[in-house]
């Protein structure tokens, strides 16, 4: 028992030990230092940018980002500089405060529905294995941890990377559907570990005390390392066909188990999902660039009302005819320092250059944007009930915007929806005809009739040998009279669909409603 806990190899710092939690047993919780398995992360995840304590922090940070914010800061804080001030500094604050809060606002509320889908995702449940209970019980995503039993039914999503140990299928196959990962939705197969012996021949949670060796949490998807050591000394080896990535949706497989590797944000998913960044659409980039210029602009405004004033002031050879002298003593005055002082005191005056509520109309925009893209009905799914949604306001603008597409396939592009039009068979074209309803063959008037259909129908085109039993229903059905001529063209029209059922990925989906339930004893 001594080799099982150990917390990690010693000879191979690549590879972490992964321990089933019903070894440790139920008086050792996972967090306990005490735990082998107690350094991995829970299956908790989060992916908001802001707590309570560092948004105001990081969100004025952000916004920083805004080349006109740190304008309009400079310009606030010039206004409170005795010899510069040109108007109330408490009052042009205010503008300046108005828009950050308009802003941040906005982020807040981003933020706020991230947490609100973290917490939903957390609050997912699976059947994990209780040690305490000896069976599975219900439990919640964010309760699961890496050494943990999970049983999984057929089209429920994976909550973690999980080790593929036992599957309902006969060759110990599971097939997965991959579409939150890489976008397809074909469907692929995994396999159980083979190698593995448990008493008696038939898998059981608690027969499996073997420790995991297997490789740190990365991002590649494809690829997977590691082995199980058994009593015996001898290691089977481990590989991505035996690991079932978080997200990831089982289908066509009554049910599977296995023990989980990866947990949270260690799992492949969430390590290709990287930490959420503010993300500036093309358009805020472009004001960005125009509100430079427009303080280049300023600069030379200012620079040239300030000579303009030096050169006035120095005209005046006698001091106390000055107009405005902004000293409490005359020895201060010098038109070469007034001129430096006129220059920021212009800067306030010609703020305006930059409109202060130049970004909030944005904003104010966006959000009618997201309001409408939202409620609109051509963008509404009917078959699953569901309409577009904005996970990002501040890229709204970007939509429509993309200029060209790079594809490796056309079923990003088409649903991988197909459907068939023709074929040729022999030379023969075989076009998809129409379907019909038994009603329009019902009534003896119609103008609809067999005999028409017949003649442009691929049943009389092909001029095959059906099957006894299904020549006598066409007949007494239809009243349709199925040739025997052309038998050599029967046999390569029966072949070509021979090769069609041999050579295909067509995988037959049976409904199946798993028979364990959250409270039934399983061993």
Known sequence: MGNIFNKSNKSGPRFRTVVPNHVVGPDIPVKNKNHPNCDYRSNRIKTTKYSALTFLPKNLFEQFHRFANLYFILV??????????????????????????????????????????????????????????????????????AGDFVHLACDEIIPADILLLHSSDPLGICHLETSNLDGETNLKQRQIVHGLKYEGSKFAVSKFKYSVECELPNAE????????????????????????????????TDFVEGI????????????????????????????????IYC??????????????????????????????????????????????????????????VIPLPLYVSVEIVKLGQVYFINNDIELYYEPIDKRIECRALNITEDLGQIEYIFSDKTGTLTENQMEFKTCTIGGTDYPHTPEYDEDDFSDTGSRYSLANISRTSSIQAMDIHLEPGITNALTSRWGLHVSGAARNHSKTVQEFFLNIVMCNTVIVTNRHVDTVSHDSHCP
């Open 76 to 145: 606030v804080a010039l206004n409170w500089v005795p010899q510069v001030q040109a108007f109330g500094k408490e009052i042009a604050m205010i503008p300046v405060i108005f828009v950050l809060a308009v802003t941040a606002v906005k982020d807040a509320f981003e933020d706020f529905r991230r947490y609100k889908s973290d917490r939903k995702i957390n609050h997912h449940t699976c059947r994990r294995y209780s040690s305490a209970d000896g069976r599975y019980v219900k439990s919640e995503w964010m309760d699961v941890h």
């Open 295 to 352: 303080v280049i602009l300023l600069l030379f405004l200012c620079l040239f009302c300030a000579i303009a004033s030096g050169i006035w002031l120095s005209n005046f050879e006698d001091s106390t005819v000055v107009l405005f002298i902004p000293f409490e003593s005359l020895e201060w005055y010098n038109p070469y320092f007034q001129a430096f002082v006129v220059f920021f005191t212009y800067i306030i005056i010609f703020q305006t």
């Open 221 to 252: 998807i494809y690829k997977f390392n590691g082995y199980i050591k058994l009593e015996t000394g001898e290691k089977v080896s481990l590989n991505k066909d035996n690991l079932l990535l978080r997200g990831c949706t089982i289908k066509n």
């Open 260 to 291: 989980v590797l990866y947990a949270g944000h260690e799992t492949k998913a969430m390590l290709n999902n990287r930490n959420p960044r503010y993300k500036r659409s093309k358009l805020e980039r472009r004001i960005n660039r125009d509100v």
